[in-house]
């Protein structure tokens, strides 16, 4: 079974719901639990706040920790979850927020990082993902599956 497939079966088991918010996955992370036949049981918001006036204007990030951290950041990747799960009327909450390349990266943050936020309504996650890729296509791929598996680690643990 795919990791995507695992990861809506066990929404399903539990009977919960996920929400998205991604940024430099740009949908990808939404399409591999859509692309499950039944998702639609547990999966009902998605939003790619790429810019960062979506973040703050539609999602609901606070506007000063964009400013203050930077999108690519442990505050912003948490509170992308948050604002998913609220905002999504979901269990949880999952976002993406990242260089992809091959542009945009600096030695703070290179290209091949992303950070992942996880939401269950207690408590919030976050985890760095660094690639030291810059091939835009794979860095995206590997922090959609990444996200995938944070999101299963937490609902098998």
């Given at each position: 079974m795919k990791l995507n497939e695992e990861v809506v079966a066990l929404l399903a088991q539990k009977h919960k719901s996920v929400a998205t918010a991604e940024s430099c996955t740009g949908g990808l992370l939404a399409k591999l639990i859509t692309d499950v036949s039944g998702a639609s049981e547990v999966f009902g918001f998605g939003i790619v706040s790429y810019a960062n006036e979506v973040k703050w204007g539609q999602l609901g990030v606070n506007r000063e920790t964009v400013e203050r951290f930077g999108a690519v950041s442990e505050p912003t990747a948490r509170e992308m979850a948050q604002c998913a799960r609220c905002n999504g009327?979901?269990?949880f909450g999952i976002a993406t927020t990242g260089i992809a390349g091959p542009t945009g990266g600096t030695p703070e943050?290179?290209?091949g990082t992303c950070y992942i936020g996880f939401c269950d309504g207690e408590r919030t996650l976050v985890k760095c993902v660094q690639t030291g890729l810059s091939?835009?296509?794979?860095?995206?791929?590997?922090?959609?599956?990444?996200?995938l598996e944070f999101l299963k680690e937490e609902l098998d643990g």
């Open positions: 009327a979901a269990d943050k290179p290209n091939d835009r296509d794979k860095n995206r791929s590997i922090f959609a599956a990444k996200a």
